[in-house]
């Protein structure tokens, strides 16, 4: 029997029940059991009504919730949803999502584009990885090169973005490059003895890259600056060293050169200024045919970019000594 049919007969029976109570008046214990059954029939009656409310409520109650939910996601069935919501709901990437952003980016890198790289990777800079931290540190220095009045500042804000690159993932060979090519940037722009002091953490970085991953020719050829700057230290410069450190650290042409031809050898044409470097270097150990070679290379890159242009003038200039 259906419901409505049930509520009915109930009322139905209490029509029939009033009648009995009316001509039984003088029964007392008829009208006893009258009353009791109508009291039954009243509490039966209350339960079923708050049972339907408690039923409503609790369909409102999912309703609010499932409202709730779909504001936060920013999802939208047939209405329009918030655009911030649904901007920081897209930042909660999934590794696939983050693979995406850091081809991007790469791409973006790749085409000397370093203000719309970091523009990207800074709207998603509250993910914390250490991936979004060094591009931003490498795109940093790499615009650092195309500014000179705000060098410092950039250079700075790299550094930091190196530095916590480096906290977040200590076991990756890219937040130790760029957290060494920063710290010596750094502390060169900030003088002479501040670089000095900064050598020793400078190659442990490094040297920790090329123990995570030997095969980056960047790294090699960064090491092979290190090395070439030591032999190629001028009296002054060397003085400041012979002061900070009890044993000073020291390499030669040789050892530079071997960096810069592994470079080569693991990523041909890599890298303009390691063809640069190459020739520089055999013009130090007075090896004149093989500077040429390299310096000529050097001379007739595509100018793509503020190391592009370095190149270029430098090894027109040095050709004239071979």
Not at 10 to 35: A, C, S, Y
Not at 181 to 190: F, P
Not at 222 to 235: K, M, Q, R, T
Not at 249 to 269: G, R, V
Request: charged fraction near 30%; include cysteine.
């Amino acid at each position: 029997m259906s419901l409505v049919s049930n509520y009915t007969c109930r009322v139905l029976n209490l029509l029939n029940f009033d009648k009995l109570l009316h001509l039984n008046r003088k029964n007392n214990r008829i009208g006893q059991l009258i009353e009791l059954f109508i009291r039954r029939q009243n509490r039966q009656r209350l339960c079923l009504v708050n049972k339907r409310q408690k039923v409503k409520k609790q369909e409102q109650f999912t309703l609010n919730k499932f409202v709730l939910i779909q504001s936060f996601l920013g999802i939208s069935f047939g209405g329009k949803s918030e655009p911030e919501v649904e901007k920081n709901f897209t930042r909660i990437m999934s590794g696939k999502k983050l693979d995406e952003l850091v081809l991007h980016a790469d791409q973006l890198f790749d085409e000397n584009k370093y203000s719309d790289t970091i523009e990207l990777l800074k709207s998603y800079e509250e993910q914390d990885t250490y991936e979004i931290q060094w591009r931003l540190a490498r795109a940093l220095y790499s615009l650092s090169k195309t500014d000179e009045s705000k060098k410092k500042e950039l250079v700075d804000e790299a550094f930091n973005y190196a530095k916590r690159a480096l906290e977040l993932n200590e076991n990756h060979f890219a937040a130790h490059k760029w957290y060494a090519v920063l710290l010596d940037t750094k502390s060169g722009l900030e003088g002479t003895k501040q670089r000095v002091q900064s050598l020793e953490n400078f190659q442990k970085h490094l040297q920790r890259a090329l123990e995570l991953n030997p095969q980056d020719a960047t790294t090699w050829y960064i090491l092979g600056e290190y090395y070439y700057g030591l032999a190629d230290l001028n009296w002054m410069t060397r003085k400041v060293v012979q002061v900070v450190f009890a044993n000073p650290p020291s390499a030669t042409f040789e050892q530079a050169l071997e960096c810069y031809e592994k470079a080569e050898n693991i990523s041909p044409d890599f890298y303009s200024l390691n063809k640069l470097s190459l020739g520089k270097t055999f013009l130090q150990l007075n090896n004149k045919e093989k500077a040429k070679e390299f310096l000529t290379k050097a001379s007739n890159v595509d100018v793509l970019n503020e190391d592009d242009k370095k190149c270029k003038e430098e090894a027109l200039k040095l050709l004239k000594k071979c």
